[in-house]
């Protein structure tokens, strides 16, 4: 009897640490805020609620291909992974998982994705979610990432589309302000992902992977960081100036892009590794809380 509940405890926490490696593979934090644009833009396509069953089956369906484009990426990284201190944690890189198992995951996860968009939301938003996971996954993580320093600029292109899909999934449609809520992200990325590459140039260095501060050094990077800091707040002022929000977000978009400014600025002029990784932990704060103030104004105005 004991032998069989020790057995059994065993087991128990084998499935337990297995179920969290394959958690991992999702990278549930980047998802998180995936799904949090995408379902924004959803509230944001309509004046009213959205409907109970394209908001559940349009924010599952995004999770789930989101996750598998992530599973997919840790898969072709693995080796990369194993170099890098950020990511050596990974399942992968680890032993906890094999490829054929993760690629397994991938796809169950991911198809299953995509049929919940086909058969509950509508079939341009699932198409949209398939050409974004075929852009990061195939497109970002294959060939731009270990080619060129402009990997995350071009590839930003996929990560910006979360709330083009939210909004595609009420409407059936891409309209303006679907477009604008995707350039804003777009605009968004470069800063955001050049400030952590600052801090982990050794890293990206090591690995071997062509990050702008590996190839053009950390101050030239860190003047690209400041000028796509102000083309971003251009963009941010873009939905009030078009009448897609009011004075609420107005004054939200200047306040976060004052502050967001303010540490671009010190990227430039007063450059610490500590200063990059402040930047870098602000501008998700700066996103998640643009996109609020976004939502926050479309009702109250509404």
């Known amino acids: 009897m004991l032998t069989q509940e020790l057995a059994s405890a065993g087991l128990s926490r084998s499935f337990a640490a297995r179920a969290r490696a394959f958690y991992a593979l999702t990278k549930p934090r980047v998802v998180s805020l995936i799904v949090f644009t995408a379902v924004i833009g959803m509230f944001l396509a309509t004046p009213g609620m959205v409907p109970p069953q394209i908001l559940l089956a ?20 693995q080796k990369i992974d194993a170099v890098m201190q950020r990511t050596r944690w990974r399942p992968l890189p680890r032993g906890e998982l094999s490829s054929t198992q993760t690629l397994a995951f991938a796809g169950i996860v991911g198809g299953a994705g995509l049929w919940l ?12 979610t398939l050409a974004t996971f075929v852009g990061y996954a195939v497109i970002y993580t294959v ?8 990997n995350i600029v071009i590839g930003g292109a996929s990560g910006a589309m979360p709330p083009v899909l939210g909004w595609a999934a009420v409407t ?17 990325t470069p ?11 050794e890293d990206y260095a090591k690995a071997g992977l062509p990050m702008l501060p ?3 050094g950390k101050a030239y990077t ?57 930047a870098f932990r602000f501008s998700i704060v700066y996103l998640a809380a643009l996109f609020a103030a976004l939502l926050l104004d479309h009702y109250r105005f509404a």
């Open 58 to 77: 349009g924010t599952l369906g995004i999770a789930l291909v989101a996750g598998a484009a992530a599973a997919v990426n840790c898969l072709v990284e």
């Open 214 to 216: 590996v190839t053009h």
């Open 191 to 201: 800063p955001h992902f050049w400030s952590l590459a600052l801090y982990r140039t």
């Open 117 to 128: 968009l086909l058969q509950f939301v509508n079939a341009l938003t699932m198409w949209l």
């Open 222 to 278: 860190q003047l690209q960081v400041l000028l796509y800091t102000l083309i971003l707040i251009g963009v941010s002022l873009m939905p009030y100036a078009i009448r897609m929000s009011g004075e609420l977000y107005l004054a939200a978009a200047c306040v976060l892009g004052a502050w967001f400014l303010a540490h671009a600025l010190r990227i430039r002029f007063a450059y610490s590794d500590q200063v990059a990784q402040k």
């Open 172 to 188: 059936g449609e891409v309209t303006t302000e679907a477009m604008l809520l995707f350039l804003i992200i777009f605009v968004w």
């Open 143 to 150: 060939f731009l990432k270990p080619a060129t320093p402009q």
